[in-house]
């Protein structure tokens, strides 16, 4: 089944702890996003990758990491997280050119940071 | 600035009514790409429909039905004779041609009450 997972897919930590999302996608796309969803704010950009070793910011890429090292794999790091990173997170894939076509996304993280 | 507006935050309507959702976005592209995304109250988010900025040809799909127009910069969704299960929170969202982002407005939620 085609399909993009993520893990964790709750998570409560305590500030400055270092946590990862896995993000991996099987359906061979070149590119791969992670957004955040917040009331009020729809789904703003964080990173994406237009293919391995390629990534660059979106629109709110501060406090976050992210690393493309396979294809299928793509990975949100917060290496020191903050009350205000609380959110819902989801990752997406998309074949070819980045942006202008559909995008498959992950069912979603919520990550709490007390 | 915000590229893509959804002036309505929330809609309620009685089954059987149709419903517009509006969708005004801002580009200085001649070249773009505009979506509409479903979130049901599961939380994953389901692709709709993907228009380019040359196909301004209206598109129905069963109840769904897309109303794009460059003049005023608008891509509307309308659902026609609205049942329980259009409940859920509608994206709008936009690609332009120069990278590779991806900006979505901030939702409107779609209530249809029995």
């Known amino acids: 089944e085609a399909q993009v997972t993520q893990n964790p897919r709750y998570l409560i930590t305590v500030t400055g702890k270092k946590l990862t999302v896995t993000c991996s996608q099987n359906m061979n796309h070149e590119y791969m996003s992670w957004y955040r969803q917040d009331p009020g704010l729809g789904l703003r950009q964080i990173y994406y990758?237009?293919?391995?070793?390629?990534?660059d910011k979106g629109d709110v890429p501060e406090g976050y990491k992210v690393s493309r090292k396979e294809k299928r794999n793509f990975p949100l790091i917060l290496e020191s997280p903050s009350p205000n990173q609380t959110s819902l997170y989801f990752c997406a894939s998309s074949l070819g050119r980045g942006g202008i076509n559909e995008q498959f996304f992950g069912p979603g993280t919520r990550l709490t940071v007390l | 600035a915000q590229k893509v507006t959804q002036a309505q935050t929330e809609i309620s309507v009685v089954e059987k009514e149709d419903v517009t959702l509006d969708c005004v976005y801002e580009t200085r592209d001649t070249t773009y790409y505009l979506f509409w995304y479903k979130q049901p109250p599961s939380g994953e988010l389901v692709f709709l429909i993907r228009?380019?900025?040359?196909?301004?040809q209206n598109e129905i799909s069963g109840r769904y039905s897309w109303n794009f127009q460059k003049s005023t910069s608008s891509f509307n969704f309308t659902i026609t004779a609205s049942q329980v299960v259009d409940s859920a929170v509608y994206f709008c969202a936009l690609s332009e041609d120069h990278d590779y982002k991806l900006s979505f407005g901030a939702g409107t939620t779609v209530t249809v009450r029995a």
């Open positions: 990758s237009m293919n391995v070793e390629v990534t």
């Open positions: 228009r380019n900025s040359f196909d301004e």
